[in-house]
């Protein structure tokens, strides 16, 4: 299995509303990755977990918060959104040996749009 | 400051042609490379890569050349297919930021039968 999954695929939600996006993979690997993409632009970071611990936070709101519950499991909630929070969510998963280079495998993402 | 650059937004070649996308980088610090590939609507698809300590990586119709001196990769697709047709982006890794990765602004490729 060489897969990540995303759920849901889109997600339509107002400013007040609480959602999660949820991610998997069961390739064993022990980083996982949530990015951004704003559409005609490139992916940006925003967590990195490793071995289920929070290991990079690109200065992200705290109206995004990442959760690893394990090793196979992502999860991004998302409280009081803004409209130009908007993007497509991605979530990604390498091996997660330090200094030794892996490529990262994406998910085929989640579709915010917050009203 | 935009570490990893793709210069051209856009490209056009012809099926069975050679395509060439290029990515230009500034730090000199990044010692792994990567290029995705991105359909609309999914996930970016991994390609093919180097490691710095390499001048060439071959897979199949994609080569990707790393040229250290000059800070500049490419990648190559030979024959290109009408399948190619996506936006390609080139991405790198610093030996600092081991998990973190920089990605360009990524190339349109559109092969025309």
């Known amino acids: 299995d060489t897969e990540v999954t995303q759920t849901p695929k889109h997600l339509v939600m107002g400013m007040t509303n609480k959602k999660s996006l949820k991610c998997e993979q069961h390739?064993?690997?022990?980083?996982m990755y949530w990015y951004k993409q704003k559409a005609k632009k490139p992916p940006e970071l925003m967590f990195v977990y490793s071995y289920e611990k929070l290991s990079i936070n690109e200065s992200v709101p705290s109206r995004f918060s990442p959760e690893c519950p394990n090793s196979s499991l992502l999860n991004l909630h998302l409280h009081a959104l803004q409209p130009e929070d908007s993007a497509l969510y991605l979530c990604?998963?390498?091996?997660?040996?330090?200094?030794?280079?892996?490529?990262?495998?994406f998910g085929p993402g989640t579709r915010l749009t917050v009203l | 400051d935009q570490q990893v650059k793709q210069n051209s937004p856009s490209l056009s070649v012809q099926e069975g042609r050679i395509s060439i996308l290029n990515c230009d980088y500034t730090n000199s610090m990044f010692d792994y490379f990567l290029w995705y590939k991105k359909y609309p609507a999914e996930g970016p698809t991994f390609l093919i890569s180097?490691?710095?300590?390499?001048d060439k990586n071959e897979d199949g119709r994609f080569t990707v050349f790393l040229n250290k001196s000059a800070k500049h990769l490419s990648l190559h697709i030979v024959p290109s297919q009408p399948g190619d047709s996506a936006v390609y982006f080139c991405a790198a890794r610093g030996i600092q930021g081991a998990q973190k990765l920089v990605f360009g602004q990524g190339t349109r490729l559109t092969i025309n039968p």
């Open positions: 390739m064993g690997h022990r980083a």
């Open positions: 180097i490691s710095s300590i390499k």
């Open positions: 990604a998963s390498s091996q997660a040996v330090f200094g030794r280079p892996s490529e990262q495998f």
